[in-house]
């Protein structure tokens, strides 16, 4: 891998690979499903060093970009000047132009702002021969008496341009914004490896393509250019003299095999001032594909197509709750139409319905509704990792095109052919442009699955061929469909195709093997035999038949966890926004853990390599759900410690922070005296040192009475509970004053250290809330509850379970709280220490399934041990654990509890602004806009952090883990608390969260429970 700073090392990097005979492949994020960016020699990784904007001229709608750049970078530089770059594949978080230029990408505003092609309007490209291209074409940005072409408006007898290129500009920059030593901004210019510089007809790269085109001439015209998503081969048809020569355009979808790409001009586009979105209902997938023709003269600026395969795998793996309301059908179309106001769009959504022939409709005007909608469709490439049944799903035809209004029929004929060869798929794609995309279930565990996949292939591709399509229709041909070629294309556009590329780069260094001499489509399939599972595994993977090694199989390269998540609401992955680096990444992380379990790496699951890119995982659960492939990388993580060290000694932090819960509890018989004794400097660095802590962390402060033991005996069966505390915004250990709670709970501000006690009144669980109070009231029967006081509640943060009790008390309900220490294990699961974590989990499990088969809701305070109890639990005990499903589907969040008490009223929170962080695994296994709609139906004004916190449980603690744990905080975090007014409140329910504000911010931060029993003053 080369991460290039500069032009220079690009070309560095070039001549050493041309010396030496070595295989260069330039790469953007790495998504390319066909092979396109896999090397066998040097890999050139763009997206460290050379991803920067170079100009933005908004009145031009122009932008100079590096190749390295992010599409939704450039989407948000451009989005003040109220433009965008047209083009956007589903991978618009992490894909960049370099990328897209590789392949011509497309997306589903293709269908409006046309290909990457068709928005390229000049490259600075280093051929594979080490010519330095500056070329390109702007017919209304040319010096004055120039052709449209970039050349004088002289032409020879073929109709090319005849003469030198355009003169220098006199600005000192050419018409594209390249440096004017380059010559006629940029057109047609070329420079030697001497740095001589050269007109057109002195460079022998446009010398030779110029006599390949001429030779080719009536090939192009006939055979390339047909529709619009013929992607597969070569784009010569920008090379005919009649479309101006344009090298530019003509190198967009080369996949690397001509040059790299150093820079690009590219051109914006005004993005609608409105959208709606229209989403149409047919019986049928095909059915709704017959239905475009129809539609595309309502000028769209796109149309989807879904069926319910699709929708039923969202369900399954995401839960109903993902999948908004829909029209009546078994197929859809996903039409978006672009207007600058809503009579307008109203008046355009009411004519496409009209004219759709759809069985039923609904036209989307909630951004939230259509986001939802338009995320199906997004993670359809990772939600079809996995068949409906569960098996693998692979790539090799997933991108064939057909002119649209031929789409119904080929989808007819190609869902029989998929039947005839017993395979199966979730099909979806970019209908409005005749774009399938489907991964199919190959049978590769078989002893004839590459036959398998090979005579599907074929007889697929000689069906895309009847229909005059395409064998990719937009992301390229790559290793997998190159063979495939020669049943669309005659042997004279093969020869052109090869005779272009041997122009460009001659040594043929460049992505060898692909488009042009390739290699068979079944040449680098992974047929080696399925490894045996790993055995004595201790999570069960219930979704993946208990296999470890099909577990970590289930990415797929998508690389969604490599997105710029800012803003976006998600989680996955912390830890890469940190360091940029690969091995940082989900993804990353899973390739050398497939490694491990295939046998390839040495060690296995206790290679160095594994516990090197598993480090810096920070255990947040985001990739569970924000993954489209459903990766657990913390549950992975948990279960190769788990291998590791079982039976053998372990990281000191492991014996600390792992077992913290022991530690609190022995703490709790004299938490005085442990406090006074680690508020000792040399006490507590000594204690820092020998635990594997860092030494700039403060170690937390044990309340002086755990929760448990601030009622009488009789309140285990929910007679009585003792309430009322003092709080401080003291920081760390030392002292400090801060804002208390509402009058009327019995608590007044107070000083002293994180866990003061103050005098308060004593409720009895079970009584009323007198009418009016501003706390939330219920006007429903009274209900009974567990509340299951966690670790972390009841030995560091006792006040939230008491502000509690009084919400739940003053709603009516009458609390139990289990008079045992009910550990979910969390500590000793996140740290590997499985067997200890089931036996714990078990007692726990077992004592709270006793309410649970009685229907008595637990309300559970700390989202990492609530995800615990709901989905670890049930995991590590076994799926066939009757106690551990009973409590997993009794345990709910306060919030969740409170949104769903018949007639409950929340507290009025006019007023308040508040900043929530909510915690990775409340994100990833319960989901947070429950508690976001419960503050914002109490008149709060919300506005949540996405990402870690960063402190994530004890990996923020560990020695050598402190810079990462900062870093993640400044992604998004820190911030965001900087930014926030002075009277804002800082929610979050996590104790780490809480933990990481109070020792990086100096912020204290309240728990929801807290909030609704009074808000901060």
Aim: proline residues 6%; hydrophobic residues 40%; neutral net charge.
């Amino acid at each position: 891998m080369v991460f290039p700073r500069d032009a220079e090392e690009v070309a560095a990097a070039l001549a050493l690979c041309r010396a030496e005979g070595m295989p260069l492949t330039a790469r953007g994020a790495g998504t390319s499903i066909a092979g396109n960016a896999v090397g066998s020699g040097v890999v050139l990784d763009f997206t460290r060093h050379m991803g920067r904007l170079r100009s933005l001229d908004p009145e031009a709608r122009i932008a100079t970009v590096e190749p390295g750049i992010v599409l939704d970078t450039l989407q948000r530089l451009a989005a003040p000047y109220g433009l965008r770059f047209g083009p956007d594949p589903s991978t618009h978080s992490r894909c960049t132009i370099g990328g897209m230029i590789g392949n011509n990408a497309c997306g589903s505003r293709a269908l409006a702002y046309g290909r990457t092609a068709d928005n390229v309007l000049a490259l600075d490209v280093l051929t594979g021969g080490g010519e330095r291209l500056f070329t390109g074409r702007a017919p209304d940005r040319l010096s004055p008496g120039r052709g449209a072409d970039g050349f004088s408006t002289g032409r020879d007898a073929h109709g090319f341009p005849a003469g030198r290129a355009a003169d220098r500009s006199p600005t000192g920059r050419g018409a594209h914004g390249f440096p004017d030593e380059h010559g006629a901004g940029g057109l047609f210019t070329g420079r030697d490896a001497d740095g001589a510089g050269r007109g057109a007809d002195g460079s022998p790269t446009l010398i030779g393509l110029q006599r390949v085109v001429r030779d080719n001439l009536a090939v192009i015209r006939t055979e390339l250019g047909r529709f619009r998503r013929q992607i597969s081969g070569y784009s010569l048809e920008h090379l005919l003299p009649e479309r101006g020569f344009d090298v530019a355009k003509a190198m967009v979808g080369t996949e690397g095999t001509w040059g790299v790409v150093l820079g690009a001009e590219v051109l914006l586009v005004e993005a609608p001032a409105r959208t709606v979105l229209v989403v149409l209902g047919y019986r049928d997938m095909a059915t709704a594909a017959d239905a475009v023709p129809a539609l595309l003269p309502h000028r769209p600026v796109a149309i989807e197509g879904i069926d319910a395969r699709i929708v039923d795998v969202v369900r399954t793996r995401r839960g109903a709750g993902r999948v908004p309301p829909l029209p009546a059908g078994a197929g859809w179309l996903m039409v978006e139409l672009g207007g600058d106001s809503e009579a307008e769009l109203g008046s355009a959504a009411g004519a496409l319905v009209t004219d759709s022939a759809a069985d039923d409709s609904l036209v989307i005007t909630n951004p939230a509704h259509a986001a939802a909608i338009w995320r199906i469709r997004e993670d359809g490439a990772g939600l079809s990792a996995r068949s409906a049944a569960g098996a693998p799903a692979h790539a090799g035809w997933e991108d064939a095109a057909v002119p649209p209004e031929r789409l119904g029929a080929y989808l007819r004929e190609f869902e029989a052919l998929m039947i005839g060869h017993g395979l199966t798929g979730v099909p979806y794609g970019h209908f409005g442009d005749g774009c399938l995309h489907i991964r199919i279930d190959f049978p590769f565990d078989r002893a004839d699955g590459a036959k398998v996949f090979r005579d599907f292939v074929f007889d697929t591709a000689r069906l895309v061929a009847s229909y005059g399509g395409s064998m990719s229709g937009e992301h390229g041909d790559g290793r997998a469909r190159g063979e495939l070629l020669p049943l669309m294309y005659s042997p004279a556009a093969l020869s052109a195709f090869a005779a272009a590329k041997a122009v460009f780069d001659p040594g043929d260094v460049l992505n060898p093997g692909v488009i042009v001499r390739p290699a068979a489509v079944d040449a680098d399939l992974r047929l080696q035999p399925p490894p045996p599972p790993v055995k004595g595994t201790a999570f069960s993977y219930p979704d993946d038949g208990g296999d470890l090694t099909a577990a970590v199989h289930r990415c797929t390269g998508v690389a969604r966890c490599r997105s710029d998540i800012v803003d976006s609401g998600v989680v996955m992955c912390p830890s890469y926004l940190a360091t940029r680096d690969e091995k940082d990444s989900t993804r990353g992380r899973a390739r050398v853990l497939q490694e491990a379990v295939n046998g390839a790496l040495p060690g296995g699951l206790r290679a160095p390599e594994v516990r090197e890119v598993l480090d810096l995982c920070l255990s947040c659960k985001g990739c569970r759900s924000d993954c489209p492939t459903g990766v657990d990388m913390a549950t992975y993580k948990a279960e190769v410690l788990h291998q590791t060290y079982r039976h053998r000694p372990r990281p000191a932090a492991h014996y600390t922070l792992g077992g913290l819960p022991r530690w609190a509890r022995l703490a709790g018989l004299a938490p005085r005296a442990v406090n006074a004794m680690l508020g000792v400097r040399l006490i507590a660095a000594i204690a820092k040192r020998l635990g594997g802590i860092d030494h700039r962390r403060s170690l937390p402060s044990f309340a002086e009475r755990p929760f448990r033991r601030r009622r009488p005996a009789s309140a285990a069966t929910g007679t009585g509970l003792n309430a009322g505390t003092g709080t401080s915004a003291g920081k760390g250990r030392g002292t400090g004053t801060g804002k208390g709670l509402s009058a009327g709970t019995g608590e007044e501000p107070g000083t002293g250290t994180g866990a003061g006690i103050g005098t308060g009144t004593s409720l009895s669980a079970g009584t009323r809330a007198e009418k009016g109070l501003s706390a939330g009231t219920s006007a429903g029967t009274e209900t009974r509850v567990v509340l299951w006081a966690d670790t972390f509640t009841d030995c560091f943060s006792p006040e939230i379970a008491l502000a509690a009790v009084r919400v739940l008390n003053r709603a009516g309900i009458e609390v139990a709280v289990p008079r045992a220490s009910l550990c979910c294990g969390l500590t000793w699961i996140s740290t590997g220490q499985l067997d200890t974590a089931r036996r714990r989990l078990r007692r726990t499990v077992d004592a709270l399934a006793r309410y649970a088969e009685e229907g008595t809701p637990i309300i559970a305070l700390e989202p990492s041990c609530t995800a615990v109890l709901r989905s670890d639990a049930v995991d590590l005990l076994g799926g066939g654990d009757r106690a551990a499903r009973l409590v997993a589907a009794s345990v709910r969040t306060l919030a969740e509890f409170l949104t769903d008490l018949p007639g409950w009223t929340p507290p009025d929170l006019g007023g308040v602004e508040v900043l929530a962080q909510p915690h990775c695994h409340h994100h990833a296994i319960m989901g947070w806009e429950t508690d976001r709609e419960l503050l914002v139906r109490a008149g709060a004004s919300v506005t949540s952090v996405g990402g870690c916190c960063g402190l994530a449980g004890n990996f923020g603690v560990e020695r050598g883990h402190y810079e990462v744990s900062v870093a993640v905080a400044e992604t998004q975090l820190l911030p965001a608390v900087r930014r926030a007014g002075k009277d804002t409140i800082l929610l979050a329910d996590g104790f780490s969260c809480r933990t990481q504000l109070d020792q990086l911010a100096g912020a204290r931060a309240y728990h929801l429970a807290e909030l609704l029993a009074g808000p901060p003053r």
